[in-house]
């Protein structure tokens, strides 16, 4: 490596710390990222990072890649915790199954705006590119679920068939909207099949949704948790649906994005793709190594639990891919697909918690609703309440809580994190609402916070004043 990567953009006086920590995350990283902060409202760090400081090699690269994807497998398929297979994977550590890892043959930053990305030849990389969220659009699809409850249109405690009266089929008559949005539905795949739902199947929106509500759950709703990687957005989103009568992207624009001038879509429109820049990520787990793994944890392979563990990985994997074509960013992913940039994920987490531009999302009661841990008290299902430890994920309603692995802004923060290091959380004492968008998907969820976050997270920290302790 040879000095540290090129970093433009503004940061407010005090906050100059922060572009040098950027820089240094950014250091080790292959591709280009965004970081965007605002305190109470007001913007005080505005970067992004152009290209990485220096190339690694093919031999590196591939080095890198066969043993991210080893660990992800081991980390993702569990699912559990922390054990013998698993660390830290309750959270988007399951969609490290799919996506975890480093690979020198990938499509890098240099060659966006090549096949299936609308244009050919590199695209520039700025401020107002846009990117894959993964699993951080699992916090955009919350906020419609919470905007709808803080209008009165919605009960989250109320059960999910008074709204959607066919999910009351196979013992689900019960679970409630909370239960979807804390992960407690026992859903976490589209299918019982281990070889999960074929990819034009994923992308039918309405028949995924049908297919959920004629399932019967893994677990008894209500009674453990487990992280619903792609689920969650159809779950929560048709509740959306059937309270607005508008799909959750259509929600989302018009209730969300619109009113605050986000460029956030869940379905991403034609009109946008030229600001495009897609992800690089290596290949996923091979189905043998995902099985090894669902194994390893005491599962057996017709075990119902196993199944979902396996269909959710191979559904997950399908999707990603499919997110690198115009017919994967058009659909409406809610659980993994949104699109958009640093500033805008700023721009609502602060919403979130305070006025910007005259404009609050969700009132202060609202918000620490949604922040309250909904899952601490809970096991994962059996057998893997047996790696339940300190650094499983913790759940309010939508969104993650801090843990080791994922320690947000500390006590009190809440957000979501996605596949490969993409990050959105806010905390609503300190009045911190940031933004974080790589193209790299290089995060390994079983090896604790991305490396690229430590820096900048306590140099944003230390410039709002945050004891280190919190």
Known sequence: MTGLPRVEGSVRPGWEAVREAFAQGQAHDDGHAQLAVRHHGRVVVDLWSTGPAASRSAAAGAGDASSAASRSAAAGAGAAGAGPAVTAATGPAATGLATTGTDARRTGPSDAGGPGTGGPGPRPYGPDSVGVLMSVSKALVAVCAHLLAERGALDLNAPVARYWPEFAAAGKADTTVADLLAHRAGLPAFTADPGGTPLPALLDGGARVRALAEMQPVWQPGSAFLYHALTYGHLVGEVVRRVSG????????????????????????????????????????????????????????????????????????????????????????????????????????????????????????????????????????????????????????????????????????????????????????????VGYVCTAMSWDPSAGPDPRWVPWTAAVREAAGIPAST
């Open 246 to 433: 508008r799909s959750v992207g259509r929600f989302f624009a018009d209730q969300v994005a619109g009113p605050l001038g986000l460029d956030l879509w869940i379905g991403l429109p034609q009109r946008e793709e030229h600001r495009f820049v897609p992800q690089s990520a290596g290949p996923p787990p091979t189905a043998g190594r995902v099985a090894a793994a669902v194994q390893e944890l005491g599962l057996a392979p017709d075990h119902p639990l196993a199944t979902a563990l396996r269909a959710s990985a191979a559904e997950l994997a399908r999707v990603t891919r499919a997110l690198d074509r115009r017919e994967g960013r058009a659909a409406e992913i809610p659980g993994a697909g949104a699109i958009g940039n640093a500033r805008s994920l700023a721009r609502l987490h602060a919403a979130l918690i305070g006025p910007v531009d005259g404009v609050r999302l969700l009132s202060s009661r609202t918000a620490d609703r949604a922040r309250a841990p909904r899952t601490d008290h809970l096991p994962q299902p059996a057998p893997l309440h047996r790696f339940d430890g300190p650094d499983r994920s913790r759940f309010g309603l939508g969104f993650e809580l801090p843990r080791p692995g994922e320690p947000l802004l500390g006590e009190g923060s809440f957000g979501h994190a996605g596949a490969g290091g993409r990050l959105g959380m806010a905390h609503p004492e300190s009045g911190l609402a």
